[in-house]
Structure formats: C-alpha cells, structure tokens
C-alpha cells in the first residue's frame, strides 16, 4: 500500500488553492490510498494545524483514509496537544494512529475504534549516510525485537521504519506488518527548531519549544559535499537524508510511506510565479 506523508510540510495555504489537488495527481502519488497527516517531530506544529475543515473536504472529494500522526509532546504543551488530538478525532475520520512514544501509546490504545502504529522514533538505531561502509551494509533494525511485547500489550499494526542502510534484515516474530519511509530517511532531530528562532531577539532565540509562526513552511536548507556523495535537507526540526529504498532479506514492507517534499516545493514555487 503507498501512503502519502504530509506531516510537517503541509500547510493551510497549500489547502485552500490548488496545490493540493495537483500535488495528489502527480504520477508518483495518483494511486496512494492513505494521508498521514499531522507531525512526527514538532508539537508546536501540530498545535498548530488549522486545516481541519479544508482536509475534510479533501478526502471526502478524494476517499483517502487518513492517518494522525503524534510527535513527542513537551510537559507544557501536553495539556493542549490533548485537547488538539480529541478535536481531531471529533473532526476527522481518522481510522489509525501513529505515536512515538510510549506514554501517548498507551494512552491512544485504549481507544478500541482506533488502530495503533509505531511512529520512526521509537526506532533508535544508528544511522549515517556519511560513513559508506555502515550505510552499505546490512542490518537489523534491534527495535523489532521489542515488538512482541509492544504487540501483546497494545495490539500494534504498523511499525515504520527509515532507510537506515541499503539492506534490511526484517526478521520479525510477529503479525506487526513493516512500512518504510523514503525517499527520506530521518537523521537526526531535536527540540530545538533554527527556523523558529528568525524572527526573535537575541535573548530568545534557540530555545527548547519555543513558540513560533509556522517559519519552516517558508524555508529549509539543502547540504550536498563536493563530490556530491549525499543530501541532507533540514525540514523543520529534523536532518533528513535523500536514499534509495533498501533491500530487504527475511521480510518485505507492507506500507510504503512517501514524502512529497521535492513535489510539494516545485508547486509552491509555481503558484508563487
């Protein structure tokens, strides 16, 4: 099953003009049957998703099923994200959840209505396009030993993993199914956002959390050495690098979960021009 990932990156205006409607007929995404929705790094994102209604009207058009994915919440903003997740559960037609982490886990599962993934952070294997020799080789990911626990306790679907290197060892002991993220791989993250701190004083900048106006819908950064052996784009809060879907041995994904960022931003510029 293809799904399209629009956490972190969409944004109310791309909703309201024809951005999303052409985003969703470009061939690489024309057949995607599911939506993700919602963040998987920054709460102050998702505190901020205005879009509800314009969603609604999207996936009604289009019959998407939708997906709400949850980042890691600070103790301050926790009492709110609590708030914004029932508002979007009382609005949307959500069927499935992805947390990523244990205490929204065991919150959500009780929620029978609801079917429960394992968001990419709970997966705290190494990774580094950087150093060939570890990317190029082949691993397991060690989280996937930890699923029959996970399973038995909550009663997982879906764990999502990244492209961690270019062949997987998905030996699994149980039903969970595997779904895998590209063309992205997450790098590194933090609670930090470099974006957010743009228009603050000097006293107020790079902090944990901090409040912000939504800057990483206006502007990322690309790094690329010379040779140019790699990409890494800060999205947001989080380094992502650019790869290949890996190769699999002792299983296969079930999911697989796109990020439109590249087709996202050429719309953009286009309805700019």
Do not use: W
Not at 60 to 75: A, N, R, W
Not at 122 to 147: E, G, M, N, V
Not at 182 to 205: E, M, R, V, W
């Amino acid at each position: 099953m293809k799904c399209i990932n629009l956490c972190d990156i969409l944004d109310k205006s791309d909703l309201q003009g024809d951005i999303a409607e052409e985003l969703l007929q470009t061939p690489c995404i024309a057949d995607a049957g599911r939506l993700y929705i919602g963040s998987y790094f920054c709460s102050q994102y998702f505190l901020k998703m205005d879009f509800l209604s314009e969603i609604k009207k999207l996936i009604g058009q289009k019959h998407y099923s939708l997906t709400l994915v949850i980042p890691i919440i600070s103790e301050k903003d926790l009492a709110r994200s609590k708030e914004q997740i029932r508002h979007i559960l009382d609005e949307l037609p959500i069927d499935e959840v992805t947390v990523n982490d244990v205490g929204m886990l065991s919150a959500l599962s009780a929620i029978p209505q609801i079917k429960i993934n394992l968001g990419r952070l709970f997966f705290k294997d190494a990774r580094d396009i950087r150093l060939p020799a570890y990317y190029h080789s082949t691993l397991r990911p060690a989280f996937l030993d930890q699923l029959s626990d996970l399973r038995s306790r909550y009663g997982i679907q879906y764990a999502e993993l990244d492209p961690i290197c270019s062949v997987m060892d998905l030996r699994n002991e149980t039903d969970v199914k595997l779904a895998l993220h590209g063309p992205f791989g997450y790098l590194t993250t933090g609670n930090i956002c470099k974006y957010a701190s743009i228009s603050k004083d000097i006293q107020y900048k790079f902090r944990p959390n901090a409040t912000c106006n939504k800057e990483c819908q206006r502007i990322f950064e690309i790094y690329a050495p010379t040779p140019p052996d790699y990409e890494l784009y800060r999205i947001g809060r989080a380094v992502y690098f650019a790869s290949a879907a890996p190769e699999t041995i002792n299983g296969s994904f079930e999911r697989s979960i796109y990020a439109p960022f590249h087709e996202m931003v050429k719309l953009r510029k286009e309805g700019s021009l």
